[in-house]
């Protein structure tokens, strides 16, 4: 298999078996986002204690690329520290500008590599990225 189908599928059983989709209780961080070029939202949802994040859940419309992206944000960072969170959102960050990056601890992550190509893209797998930024640097 070709890894740009393997990449494919990955995005499609994100975005088709969303993980960690839903809502959490009142004592959650809710962090509300638009994607300015197309009006999809997220809204997502961190427990964060002693500095680790407990729970992250995630509801909204977007297309596959930004509910992917959710999913695969949210498996990665729960039950991490703050720091390995946005350590995550960095090296995403670098993932989207064209960079070699790999996540040997979260591999899925490795399948919206090739969105970098596409630049209109790029807004739809980082929303849940900025979602999770603002959530944490809003609250420590
Ligand atoms: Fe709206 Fe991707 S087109 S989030």
Not at 57 to 67: F, L, N, P
Not at 101 to 107: A, L, N, P
Request: charge should be negative.
């Amino acid at each position: 298999m070709e890894l740009d189908d393997l990449y494919r599928r990955v995005i499609m059983d994100h975005y088709k078996k969303p993980r960690n989709r839903g809502k959490l209780d009142e004592n959650s961080v809710t962090i509300e986002l638009n994607n300015p070029t197309c009006g999809d939202r997220i809204s997502l949802q961190l427990i964060v204690e002693d500095n680790i994040v407990k729970d992250a859940r995630h509801t909204g419309e977007g297309c596959s690329i930004s509910i992917s992206s959710a999913s695969m944000m949210t498996e990665a960072i729960k039950g991490k520290t703050v720091e390995q969170a946005l350590d995550y959102a960095d090296r995403f960050s670098h993932l989207m500008q064209g960079e070699e990056v790999t996540f040997d601890d979260y591999e899925d992550l490795e399948a919206l590599s090739g969105v970098n190509k596409f630049p209109a893209r790029i807004k739809c797998a980082t929303l849940a990225w900025n979602a999770l930024k603002k959530g944490i640097n809003e609250n420590n």
